[in-house]
């Protein structure tokens, strides 16, 4: 079954969903930052099929997330280790851990911890505006098109509808 690409979406969401795919892909990713880098360690840690991780192996490496590295040369084989743009997804992982152990903790408690070393606490990650610091909430944020946003769709009364668009009222996010 062939999947819809969200690639040429004017959204940065959709684009981001397209790369992953699917929850195998988010877990592999997981994995390569606790630490694993190697096919065998991938499949004996997450019980995946061989050809389902060769497949979100080679998405996150054409997507510019992972590099292959070679580690053994007879016969060869290869870890894969993280690139900027891969190491830069680690906000989004935490974020997606802390709403985890928000509303999918059981009675035990939460499965992991994260330890913040540079200051010595334990810690989870919390979305804060890049200009003041306070929190994001929903109710607190609209939105409008940005410079990226096809220049063909903003005359379409749905995308003003949605958008705020050359000063047309902003959609508020909390309905």
């Given at each position: 079954?062939r999947?819809?690409?969200?690639?040429?979406?004017?959204?940065?969401?959709?684009?981001?969903?397209?790369?992953l795919?699917?929850?195998?892909?988010?877990l592999?990713?997981?994995?390569?930052?606790?630490?694993?880098?190697?096919?065998?360690?991938?499949i004996?840690?997450?019980?995946?099929?061989r050809n389902?991780?060769?497949?979100r192996?080679?998405?996150l490496?054409?997507?510019g997330?992972l590099?292959?590295?070679?580690?053994?040369?007879?016969?060869?084989?290869?870890?894969?280790?993280?690139?900027?743009k891969?190491?830069?997804?680690?906000?989004?992982?935490a974020?997606?851990?802390?709403?985890?152990?928000?509303?999918?903790?059981?009675?035990?408690?939460?499965?992991?911890?994260?330890?913040?070393?540079?200051?010595?606490?334990?810690?989870?990650?919390?979305?804060?505006?890049?200009?003041?610091?306070?929190?994001?909430?929903?109710?607190?944020?609209t939105?409008?098109t940005?410079?990226?946003?096809?220049a063909?769709?903003?005359?379409?009364?749905?995308?003003?509808?949605?958008?705020?668009v050359?000063?047309?009222?902003?959609?508020?996010?909390a309905?």
């Amino acid at each position: 079954m062939r999947r819809t690409s969200f690639d040429g979406w004017p959204c940065s969401i959709a684009r981001t969903v397209d790369i992953l795919g699917d929850g195998w892909t988010l877990l592999v990713l997981r994995e390569i930052f606790y630490g694993e880098s190697r096919f065998d360690g991938f499949i004996d840690s997450l019980g995946i099929a061989r050809n389902t991780l060769a497949d979100r192996l080679r998405r996150l490496e054409d997507a510019g997330l992972l590099q292959r590295r070679p580690y053994q040369s007879d016969p060869v084989r290869h870890e894969y280790v993280l690139t900027d743009k891969g190491r830069d997804f680690f906000g989004v992982l935490a974020a997606i851990n802390a709403w985890g152990d928000r509303w999918l903790a059981d009675d035990a408690g939460i499965p992991v911890v994260m330890h913040h070393t540079a200051c010595g606490h334990d810690t989870q990650a919390k979305v804060v505006c890049s200009s003041c610091g306070e929190a994001l909430h929903h109710q607190d944020v609209t939105v409008r098109t940005g410079p990226g946003y096809p220049a063909r769709l903003l005359d379409n009364p749905e995308v003003q509808a949605r958008f705020a668009v050359d000063g047309h009222a902003e959609p508020d996010l909390a309905t």
